[in-house]
T-cell receptor
Framework: KAGVTQTPRYLIKTRGQQVTLSCSPI?????VSWYQQTPGQGLQFLFE???????NKGNFPGRFSGRQFSNSRSEMNVSTLELGDSALYLC??????????????FGQGTRLTVV | DAKTTQPPSMDCAEGRAANLPCNHS???????VYWYRQIHSQGPQYIIH???NNETNEMASLIITEDRKSSTLILPHATLRDTAVYYC?????????????FGTGTLLAVQP
């Protein structure tokens, strides 16, 4: 079956712009989480959605937002981009939220460069 | 969520077993131990998880100490393709969340 699909794979934006990243989870998975990975901070949790509801949020400013659609696809948006937002953004999908024996499957990520 | 401590790097000869340790001395009774790995520039890949019993799958074995304060991931016959950063994570179950807290991980370098 198809894995987690993230689009686009690479993106270059200018400071002050906004960006939207997309994640299509594995078919049947209803939980989608987003992570930011930078060389300095490592992998950090951004937020998590289940059945179109945000279940959990990491410690990021309000410029970072997300949503989930009825087909479980998710988007994250970053407004007023800063140089420090340059990172690999990873999306992970899971079958359910908080269930036993539930592992996360990650996409290949979107590499965002802010110039 | 309990914190984990891992060595920053390890070397292993190709074909030999790689034993990656993880300390999670503050783990709670309702937290599982998960292992993921990340090969350069790819998304993390799930390896294995366990609660208190030792677990084995086609990729690896997970040995959890009786007091659950530490664990070891074992790759029985390491290959060059196993070179990656390995993350040990503890995660609560039953909390309606799949949030993962990643530490700095262990960079495993498999040498030919």
């Amino acid at each position: 079956k198809a894995g987690v699909t993230q689009t686009p794979r690479y993106l270059i934006k200018t400071r002050g712009q906004q960006v939207t990243l997309s994640c299509s989870p594995i078919s049947g998975h209803r939980s989608v989480s987003w992570y930011q990975q930078t060389p300095g901070q490592g992998l950090q949790f951004l937020f998590e959605y289940f059945s179109e509801t945000q279940r959990n949020k990491g410690n990021f400013p309000g410029r970072f937002s997300g949503r989930q659609f009825s087909n479980s696809r998710s988007e994250m948006n970053v407004s007023t981009l800063e140089l420090g937002d340059s990172a690999l953004y990873l999306c992970a999908s899971s079958l359910v939220a908080g269930g036993l024996d539930t592992e996360a499957f990650f996409g290949q990520g979107t590499r965002l460069t802010v110039v | 969520d309990a914190k984990t401590t891992q060595p920053p790097s390890m070397d292993c000869a190709e074909g030999r077993a790689a034993n990656l340790p993880c300390n999670h001395s503050t783990i709670s009774g309702n937290e599982y131990v998960y292992w993921y790995r990340q090969i350069h520039s790819q998304g993390p890949q799930y390896i294995i998880h366990g609660l208190k019993n030792n677990e084995t799958n086609e990729m690896a074995s997970l040995i959890i100490t009786e007091d659950r304060k530490s664990s070891t991931l074992i790759l029985p016959h390491a290959t060059l393709r196993d070179t990656a950063v390995y993350y040990c994570i503890v995660r609560v179950y039953g909390g309606a969340t799949n949030k993962l807290i990643f530490g700095t991980g262990t960079l495993l370098a498999v040498q030919p």
